[in-house]
């Protein structure tokens, strides 16, 4: 059984309505101010104007920051670090999905410790304590209330920056269901696969452990039991609740066991097309089951008894990708390249610049170019 240390630095606080006591638990930070870090979406929502007027109503003077955008880069990050330089908060506040809680935290290495974001590519690089940060996620997808991860691009290459710090992870989470419930169902569609992503990516790799595995597999059976649902009857509070803490139960696996070989290749078609996160994920993931189902199919059939207690540990891969490829289809998500009009011949590039991503080096096959580019080519 593999070894492992693990801290909980994040106190989490779920339940519907919880995002009235924000005002309550920033005012035990002491801050002179408060910077609150949202997407433009958020704002139209309303969640923005009830986290400030909770903030606001504890007496507390309170700044907003909105200029980025979905996969905030290096040039993002720079202009929020602008902002605190000239309202100088003491707590830091991310609203809305993991964009707007990457960009917080990236906001957070910088101005608290200096330099540019591209310092702190990597784990471990902060050179001081870091702002407190209280994360209040209104999707179901990206887990990063539960890590100590910023995932930034580089505003001139596209190429995406893990900057990890123990010291990022977020002092509080504040989960509240009925935040989610705005979500256009295509939001809920594109963020509830990638949550999935990480429940079954983390189960397998290579720093999987006693800890990661416990919080994957919960993570799995919730994520199953609520994401049809959801998509189905978007007013369900209960799947909605389902999805937001099957999302944080996976971001918790996703800071002690990272990722895979899903995540590497997905990467690229983001890079390179555009296309949007939860849905390049969601197109490698089966094909990425199915290959690594030939030596941990064990793995992958624990993961399926969560909502099929009977099946095979044989069958385990294969039922296990043809769920995912009928929630895909759900979602109105592709399931081939040829149906975002990526043409074959870029298959080469993406498979050079998958083999570059940090997140394929814990998948529990190891990657080469040909077990690379034979993926790409099942999904083409």
């Known amino acids: 059984m593999l070894p492992f240390d693990i801290q909980s630095r994040t106190r989490f606080i779920f339940g519907e309505g919880t995002i009235s006591g924000l005002g309550a638990l920033a005012r035990e930070y002491k801050p002179r101010c408060v910077l609150v870090v949202s997407d433009r979406g958020i704002m139209e929502a309303g969640h923005d104007t009830a986290a400030l007027s909770s903030l606001r109503e504890a007496g507390l003077e309170v700044a907003s920051f909105h200029d980025f955008s979905e996969n905030p880069t290096s040039a993002m990050v720079d202009a929020g670090v602008q902002r605190a330089r000239e309202v100088k908060p003491d707590l830091l506040v991310g609203l809305g999905g993991g964009s707007?809680?990457?960009?917080?935290?990236?906001?957070?290495?910088?101005?608290?410790?200096?330099?540019?974001?591209?310092?702190?590519?990597?784990?471990?690089?902060?050179?001081?304590?870091?702002?407190?940060?209280i994360a209040i996620p209104t999707t179901a997808g990206t887990g990063s209330e539960a890590q100590s991860f910023a995932?930034?691009?580089?505003?001139?290459?596209?190429?995406?920056?893990?900057?990890?710090?123990?010291?990022?992870?977020?002092?509080?989470?504040?989960?509240?269901?009925?935040l989610t419930l705005t979500q256009p169902t295509a939001v809920s569609a594109l963020t509830g696969i990638d949550a999935i992503s990480h429940a079954i990516e983390t189960y397998v790799t290579k720093r999987r452990n006693a800890i990661s595995t416990t919080y994957s597999r919960r993570s799995f059976g919730m994520l199953a039991e609520g994401f049809s649902r959801v998509l189905t009857h978007p007013d369900d509070l209960e799947a909605r609740s389902c999805m937001q803490l099957g999302a944080c139960l996976a971001g918790m696996a996703i800071e002690t066991s990272m990722l895979g070989a899903a995540h590497a290749t997905a990467n690229p078609l983001t890079a390179h097309h555009g296309i949007t996160h939860g849905q390049a994920v969601g197109l490698m993931l089966p094909a990425v089951v199915r290959m690594n189902g030939v030596e941990h199919a064990p793995w992958y059939a624990e993961l399926v008894r969560e909502v099929e207690p009977g099946v095979r540990v044989e069958d385990g891969p294969e039922r296990l990708a043809t769920m995912l490829t009928?929630?895909?289809?759900?979602?109105?998500?592709?399931?081939?390249?040829?149906?975002?009009?990526?043409?074959?011949?870029?298959?080469?590039?993406?498979?050079?610049?998958?083999?570059?991503?940090?997140?394929?080096?814990?998948n529990p096959i190891p990657l080469d170019a040909k077990r690379v580019k034979d993926l790409y080519q099942s999904v083409a």
Not at 153 to 178: F, Q, Y
Not at 329 to 354: C, H, M, R, W, Y
Request: proline content about 4%; some cysteine; glycine content about 8%.
């Open 100 to 133: 707007s809680m990457d960009c917080c935290k990236g906001i957070n290495f910088v101005y608290s410790c200096g330099g540019t974001i591209h310092d702190y590519h990597g784990v471990g690089k902060a050179t001081c304590d870091m702002l407190p940060m």
């Open 151 to 178: 995932l930034i691009s580089d505003a001139e290459t596209h190429t995406k920056m893990a900057c990890g710090d123990p010291r990022a992870a977020c002092r509080v989470a504040i989960l509240d269901p009925e």
């Open 326 to 362: 009928q929630w895909l289809k759900e979602a109105n998500l592709a399931t081939s390249l040829e149906e975002l009009s990526v043409p074959q011949e870029g298959i080469e590039q993406f498979t050079e610049d998958a083999l570059k991503q940090w997140t394929g080096t814990f």
